[in-house]
């Protein structure tokens, strides 16, 4: 049996970084040190540097020489390029792919956003709501929109969380519009799913402009 490696330091340091960022921990535009960073890691300086390093070729970090490191924010122009990825894609598999969706799984879904209707409890909701586009993704049997999807999950999983905390009654907006998708998938009913999804990802489009607006009169966000 072969023995599984242990991820290296540099490998750990990153994907603890990412995860911050991803979910927000470390906000949009704030100011992090190296120092800091190894501190809470509890790292030497160059896995922690090199986490940095591949970090800001992703675009999540940007490194100013002798005055720190700031959290990469998500502009306006950000926000409709990455729904526009989505309007494209998210549909399409819908209306293509919907004989690839299991029907169980999305049975389990449509449970959860129901019971939601009536508990309006959801602890795990951005976990949920990550899981749940995913899944749909899934079906897709295209590697190349497979992967241009990819390149748009992280910011994407930064906005869902920024409009939610930003607008409380968008969360259970969502939970509900997740409801319609997947009742609409569980009839079979294609063309309404990806209608409904399509209406879903305006919605949250407009939700995460709000947020930004609120926040910024020009490019960069909070």
């Known amino acids: 049996m072969a023995v599984q490696k242990e991820p290296s330091m540099q490998s750990k340091a990153y994907h603890f970084i990412k995860n911050k960022i991803t979910s927000c921990e470390y906000a949009p535009n704030q100011l992090l040190s190296e120092s800091l960073l190894q501190e809470e890691l509890g790292f030497s300086r160059t896995p922690v540097r090199e986490a940095i390093s591949r970090l800001a070729q992703e675009g999540l970090l940007k490194v100013f020489p002798k005055r720190g490191i700031v959290v990469s924010g998500i502009t306006v122009s950000d926000i409709r390029m990455i729904f526009e990825v989505r309007t494209l894609v998210e549909p399409y598999v819908l209306r293509t ?14 449970q959860i956003f129901h019971d939601f209707e009536t508990t309006n409890n959801c602890p795990d909701f951005y976990e949920l709501d990550d899981r749940f586009h995913l899944f749909l993704i899934s079906a897709l049997q295209n590697d190349y929109l497979l992967d241009l999807y990819a390149r748009i999950q992280t910011q994407n999983i930064r906005l869902r969380i920024m409009s939610g905390q930003s607008i ?52 960069d966000i909070i």
């Open 97 to 110: 792919c919907g004989d690839n969706i299991n029907q169980h799984e999305i049975e389990r879904f449509s």
């Open 168 to 219: 409380d009654r968008r969360l259970q907006e969502s939970m509900e519009e997740h409801a319609q998708i997947a009742d609409a998938c569980l009839a079979r009913n294609w063309e309404l799913a990806a209608s409904a999804m399509l209406q879903h990802l305006e919605f949250s489009k407009q939700s995460a402009l709000t947020t930004i607006l609120r926040f910024r009169s020009d490019t």
